[in-house]
């Protein structure tokens, strides 16, 4: 005779005992992680190389704020078991969740594209060949990494990888940094009214607020959901409710932190020395790299060219991955990274289109640099609406049952909409 629920829910309600803080980590460790891909890095350091340390104020503000909509999705996620695409349809016509569906595919594929085309660059200029062989190279084995390695290792590696963002610690580390006006930077800000310092604090809000994240910490919830037996959606296992929310907090505030905190030391790094030394515009990621190596010597060069290349192939599976599950969730195909090629064929032909567009961008002969930051100022513009179905969302009870969002991180996710708004309507403004 079997169990009744109560008793397994029971012996899950509480976390067991001597259980590590570190494990409770997952999805929004690797989403934090990943939003510092090589778009986050290009952007940071345009940034810094052409306004120095006095950008460094945005990542004060973005923290609270990723918090605050990170969760939202999270929560969404854990309590209802299902992807944001198919919450979204719960209260959404048809046309605009395909809408919303659509403008997340877009913007995933420019950015699958400059991204790549940054890795294929980096890696040319530590290892002898050709930059779009190396980028079409490591398209492909992300994605044969997505298709053939089980969820349950491939979170691991991912885990794994956020270690190559301390790269850029290592940078700092090595070149002299004025952090009297570092941290002026942060705490005693100071705005220019001109197209140039808006359009970049709208990439910098768009590579750190980008819509692919929230699809992602949502669906990895759900992926957890169905990995971990005992785990249930709090909708219909209320008794792990505490436990659930406590994790999440935990999971969301050190990924969402690990992410700032990383970008702090990439515009650190570009302002003490591309700005400092004079060169206050960044071409290629070769250029970027290039600026480094003679003033903080062969290590800062390689520590960046690996940065971008650890980055890269975190955050591609990230961008293919969530833009895949929302297509597949949109026609209600069978979709996740734990099901096997025969089981998930549509879900990871999607994916291996996502990834070919990609791979066809980064081929194109666009400047990698300059489409990676524009990548981010299109995040920011499409998040505008994708933020609003994800409050609307966590606030209902129509969704979210008893268990909406806490009306603390309501106002943060709201303020974070507001700020991406407010944010876009000021670069229209501008390019006027």
């Known amino acids: 005779m079997s169990n009744p629920p109560t008793t397994i829910a029971a012996s899950v309600a509480e976390a067991p005992a001597g259980e590590r803080w570190w494990t409770k980590l997952g999805p929004g460790l690797i989403t934090g992680a990943a939003d510092d891909d090589p778009s986050g890095i290009a952007t940071y350091s345009q940034a810094g190389a052409q306004f120095g340390y006095a950008v460094g104020w945005t990542l004060l503000l973005t923290y609270p704020l990723m918090m605050g909509i990170q969760l939202a999705s999270a929560r969404i996620g854990r309590v209802t078991g299902k992807d944001l695409t198919e919450t979204f349809a719960r209260f959404c016509p048809r046309w605009l969740v395909a809408s919303l569906v659509l403008l997340l595919l877009v913007a995933n594929v420019i950015n699958l594209g400059a991204d790549l085309s940054a890795m294929g660059d980096s890696a040319a200029l530590v290892l002898p060949g050709r930059a779009p062989w190396y980028a079409a190279g490591f398209g492909l084995l992300s994605l044969l990494l997505q298709v053939f390695l089980p969820y349950e290792r491939y979170v691991r590696v991912l885990k794994w990888l956020t270690l190559s963002l301390f790269a850029y610690v290592g940078v700092v580390c090595v070149v002299a940094v004025d952090w009297r006006a570092a ?191 524009w990548a981010a100022v299109i995040n920011a513009v499409i998040s505008v609406p994708v933020m609003v179905a994800v409050m609307i969302a966590a606030s209902s009870t129509k969704v979210m049952g008893k268990m909406v969002l806490p009306r603390r991180w309501k106002v943060l996710g709201w303020l974070a909409t507001a700020a991406m708004a407010a944010a876009s309507l000021a670069l229209g403004v501008v390019s006027i």
């Open 183 to 373: 941290l002026a930077g942060v705490f005693a800000p100071s705005f220019h009214w001109s197209r140039d310092y808006v359009t970049t604090i709208v990439a910098i809000l768009g590579t750190t607020i980008s819509p692919y994240l929230f699809f992602w910490q949502a669906s990895q919830e759900v992926q957890e959901i169905r990995r971990v037996p005992q785990d249930h959606p709090l909708r219909i296992a209320p008794e792990q409710a505490r436990r659930q929310f406590r994790r999440l907090r935990l999971d969301t505030a050190v990924g969402m932190g690990f992410s700032n905190l990383i970008a702090f030391f990439i515009i650190t790094a570009a302002a003490a020395t591309l700005h400092a030394h004079g060169q206050t515009h960044i071409e290629t990621t070769a250029q970027a790299a290039s600026a480094l190596r003679p003033i903080a010597g062969d290590a800062a060069f390689t520590l960046f060219a690996l940065g971008i290349l650890g980055t890269g192939m975190l955050a591609l599976p990230v961008l293919a991955g969530s833009a895949a599950e929302a297509v597949a969730s949109y026609f209600h195909w069978r979709k996740g990274l734990d099901l096997t090629p025969a089981q998930g064929l549509s879900f990871y032909a999607i994916l291996a289109a996502a990834m070919a567009l990609g791979v066809a961008i980064s081929l194109s002969g666009l400047n990698p640099i300059s489409a990676l930051f």
